[in-house]
């Protein structure tokens, strides 16, 4: 079965260009979640989709950051503009969730999108 | 506080030898415990899920501290493979996030 897939693997752009990031989920999966890693930082949860639903964009740092899910199989994050902030290595995972499961919640990360902003 | 804290080690151990190490977590109301492995410059992979009776997979073994609020993995027979970094994953049972901490780094010499 085909994991989680991400597009692109690396990203070089110059501050101020637009970024944007994409996922496939695992099929049937019905949660998706979109992580930033920085040795600084470590795994920061930015936004998560429920049934293609935002539920908590808490962790989205700035209206420079959007995302979106229009269908089950598709997932893009969008940086506009980009700052050299931004470099870090961006994750989609996607899990099978429901409520009343306590191993519900195993989330499959893709391979990432390594970000640098110059 | 963070949510989860875990010792950033590293740990350096000789291939064949145990080790062990723990992570603790702040919200009494999770309900999810998982340890995570994170390779250098690759995702976060689900290595097991740890259940409340304790549990092994092979080599590994994970137990739950619910009062104390604590869990801990320990490999036996350690492998070169095994150096990776170690993540302690805590989930809640009213959302479907989950609380990654730093990571725990192990590095088996042969």
């Known amino acids: 079965d085909a994991g989680v897939i991400q597009s692109p693997r690396h990203e070089v752009t110059e501050m101020g260009q637009e970024v944007t990031l994409r996922c496939k989920p695992i099929?049937?999966?019905?949660?998706l979640f979109w992580y930033r890693q920085t040795m600084m930082r470590g795994l920061e949860l930015l936004i998560y989709f429920n049934n293609n639903v935002p539920i908590d964009d808490s962790g989205m740092p700035e209206d420079r950051f959007s995302a979106k899910m229009p269908n089950a199989s598709f997932s893009t994050l969008k940086i506009q503009p980009s700052e050299p902030r931004d470099s870090a290595v961006y994750f989609c995972?996607?899990?099978?969730?429901?409520?009343?499961?306590?191993?519900?919640?195993?989330?499959?990360f893709g391979p990432g999108t390594r970000l640098t902003v110059t | 506080r963070k949510e989860v804290e875990q010792d950033p080690g590293p740990f350096n151990v000789p291939e064949g030898a145990t080790v062990a190490f723990n992570c603790t977590y702040s919200?009494?109301?999770?309900?999810?415990f998982f340890w995570y492995r994170q390779d250098c410059r690759k995702e976060p992979k689900l290595l097991m899920s740890?259940?409340?009776s304790g549990n092994e997979d092979g080599r590994f073994t994970a137990q739950l501290n619910r009062a104390s609020q604590y869990i801990s993995l320990l490999i036996r027979d350690s492998k070169l493979s095994d150096s990776a970094t170690y993540l302690c994953v805590v989930g809640r049972s009213n959302d479907y996030k989950l609380s990654f901490g730093a990571g725990t780094t192990v590095t088996v010499r042969a």
């Open positions: 740890v259940y409340s």
């Open positions: 919200n009494s109301a999770s309900q999810s």
């Open positions: 099929s049937g999966h019905n949660s």
């Open positions: 995972a996607s899990s099978l969730a429901w409520a009343g499961g306590p191993f519900s919640y195993e989330q499959y």
